[in-house]
């Protein structure tokens, strides 16, 4: 097994995300419960999870094991983050929701993409420990689906703005904003290989998740 800071961020961030997870039920009763949070938070503790045991090595399953079911929480952040910050926002106009509620249908021929190796079709470590992946033709097809929804989500944050009192656009637009900025950076980095074997998503995600939880 190897332990350094490419397994250390996302073992961090793993354990953070479940606590936010189990915080958010014990908000269950009160006013700024939300089931997308909920779920956004159960995406990224995928994410981390396998990002977590692919860059350790683990002697249960290959890393490429590892890197397909970081990339069902990876590929499916996105929809569940539209979808929470639609919830904050209180945007309750029935084609965004049904728009956001019909977007989850995307994940079925992404998660085809990744389980039949048409995003990243290599990953391991090298002789020397250094650890690699290498991505298939589809992996441009999949980040494009997850950038025009990250995307998406920033231009719902400056509509939902324009309808919301100074006060309202301070505790629910700015900070989500920044985070989601950070994250497109984070995800960015993964098209480049010798950038993306570090966990610089993982580290993005998480300032995102954190911002998230301070505005609720």
Known sequence: MIIDISTIIP???????????IFGFLQYKKDR????FQLYMLFVSIWS???MMMHLNSVYMTPLFWNKVMLVGLLSVPFGLVNFIVDILELHKKP???????????LIPLMIFNFSGNIVNDAG??????FFYQL?????????????YLILTLVIL????KSSSPEKYKNNVILPLIGMVIMLIGIFMNIYPRLGKYPIDIFSATINAMLLFYTI
């Open 11 to 21: 073992a961090v961030a793993f354990i953070l995300y479940v606590s936010f997870f």
């Open 33 to 36: 419960f939300y089931w997308s």
């Open 49 to 51: 999870f396998g990002s």
């Open 96 to 106: 965004i929701r049904i728009f956001t509620t019909a977007s989850y249908l995307f």
């Open 125 to 130: 470590f090298t002789s020397d420990g250094a």
């Open 136 to 148: 298939a033709p589809g992996a441009a097809y999949a980040y494009s689906i997850s950038y025009v």
């Open 158 to 161: 400056l509509l939902g703005s």
